[in-house]
């Protein structure tokens, strides 16, 4: 399996309320620092969307927690695409120390493109793929048998 290249990070700040009675943070927020993740990738890497008609939902994550993460410490979370189909796509992420570069967490998703006027699923908009495989470096789509 080819090693992924994170091109994307985006640092955390970790909140009191994130942190659980045992000292560390709590495993329900590292959703959130993955959505935060995912935002902030779209927002640099696809130009043009239209977050009132469209959006990108999740359907399905696998996470894996490998080491616990303090509320001192000091975290980033890392997105890149690995996969670009009709109208899914696949994102790897994982929670990094700053520090130490070492990986507290991994996180598998496939995201589909929504049509929030037609409350249906809807092709990837050509721009965004052309935009996301340009800034990944690779051309990401899934080849058709």
Same mark, same amino acid.
């Given at each position: 399996?080819?090693?992924?290249? $994170?091109?994307?990070?985006?640092?955390?700040?970790?909140?009191?309320? #994130?942190?659980?009675? $045992?000292?560390?943070?709590?495993?329900? %927020?590292?959703?959130? $620092?993955?959505?935060?993740?995912?935002?902030?990738?779209?927002?640099?890497?696809?130009?043009?969307?239209?977050?009132?008609?469209?959006? %990108?939902?999740? !359907?399905? %994550?696998?996470?894996?927690?490998?080491?616990?993460?303090?509320?001192?410490?000091?975290?980033?979370?890392?997105?890149? !695409?690995?996969?670009?189909?009709?109208?899914?796509?696949?994102?790897?992420?994982?929670? %990094?120390?700053?520090?130490?570069?070492?990986?507290?967490?991994?996180?598998?998703?496939?995201?589909?493109?929504? #049509?929030?006027?037609?409350?249906?699923?809807?092709?990837?908009?050509?721009?965004?793929?052309?935009?996301?495989?340009?800034?990944?470096?690779?051309?990401?789509?899934?080849?058709?048998?």
């Amino acid at each position: 399996m080819e090693e992924i290249v $994170f091109k994307h990070t985006l640092p955390l700040q970790i909140r009191f309320n #994130d942190v659980d009675k $045992f000292g560390h943070i709590n495993n329900s %927020i590292y959703l959130s $620092f993955y959505d935060l993740g995912k935002t902030e990738y779209f927002a640099s890497v696809c130009p043009n969307v239209d977050w009132e008609k469209d959006a %990108i939902v999740v !359907v399905h %994550i696998d996470v894996d927690f490998i080491s616990q993460i303090f509320s001192t410490d000091h975290v980033s979370v890392q997105t890149a !695409v690995t996969s670009i189909g009709t109208k899914s796509f696949e994102l790897a992420q994982q929670v %990094i120390s700053n520090d130490t570069k070492e990986v507290k967490c991994v996180c598998r998703s496939v995201m589909v493109t929504y #049509d929030l006027i037609a409350h249906k699923s809807k092709p990837l908009n050509e721009e965004w793929i052309e935009a996301i495989c340009a800034y990944e470096g690779k051309d990401l789509r899934k080849k058709k048998l």
